[in-house]
T-cell receptor
């Protein structure tokens, strides 16, 4: 079975400061990892993904994420937060072995609030 | 280009009634997924289609839930004898088909189902 943990329900950061949203995962074999963002009354928007290769992945809107296999983590980061980054962030995983389920398993989400 | 669309955006029904939720995926996307998102939770997988066939329906909670995709494009999620616990946002996602299945899923805005 695959699972995702987002240990923080809420993250507050001042505008202009760096932000980190944490994610750890459990999956058989190697993972495919994704970050999505959800604005109020909107669907999920894809931010970035890790498939293979460089452990630092760059995505939309200046976000990046670092894959750490030994710690089974995939934390989302941004060097300088904007008020408009305030939203609900979801980490998701699936395995890529031939027997892995194709669907994503999501974490419970982290509400990011960027304070002006 | 057009994204994933879902109709209706909101559906209010009475306990015991039948409802249908529609998803129109991105043109050319062969994979289609249904998820359910309860308040304060991440999306939970329901069913996955590859083309016209349900490749994995292991997430459907019980036999009141059924989904079809007869022509490999539009999909309909059907819920019989609705219960108050079915109240949630139902999300549809689609993705292009890769051999390893690592393509990101693109989500629709969701249908908010309320069962009174």
């Amino acid at each position: 079975a695959q699972s995702v943990a987002q240990p923080e329900d809420q993250v507050n950061v001042a505008e202009g400061n760096p932000l980190t949203v944490k994610c750890t995962y459990s999956v058989s074999g190697n993972p495919y990892l994704f970050w999505y963002v959800q604005y109020p009354n909107r669907g999920l928007q894809f931010l970035l993904k890790y498939i293979t290769g460089d452990n630092l992945v760059k995505g939309s809107y200046g976000f990046e994420a670092e894959f750490n296999k030994s710690q089974t983590s995939f934390h989302l980061k941004k060097p300088s937060a904007l008020v408009s980054d305030s939203a609900l962030y979801f980490c998701a995983v699936r395995g890529f072995s031939s027997g892995s389920a194709r669907q994503l398993t999501f974490g419970s989400g982290t509400q990011l609030t960027v304070l002006p | 280009g057009a994204g994933v669309s879902q109709t209706p955006s909101n559906k209010v029904t009475e306990k015991g009634k039948y409802v249908e939720l529609r998803c129109d995926p991105i043109s050319g996307h062969t994979a289609l997924y249904w998820y359910r998102q309860s308040l304060g939770q991440g999306p939970e997988f329901l069913i996955y289609f590859q083309g016209t066939g349900a490749a994995d329906d292991s997430g459907l909670p019980n036999d009141r839930f059924f989904a079809v995709r007869p022509e490999g494009s539009v999909s309909t999620l059907k819920i019989q004898r609705t219960e108050r616990g079915d109240s949630a946002v139902y999300l549809c996602a689609s993705s292009s088909m890769g051999l390893a299945g690592y393509h990101e899923q693109f989500f629709g805005p969701g249908t908010r189902l309320t069962v009174l």
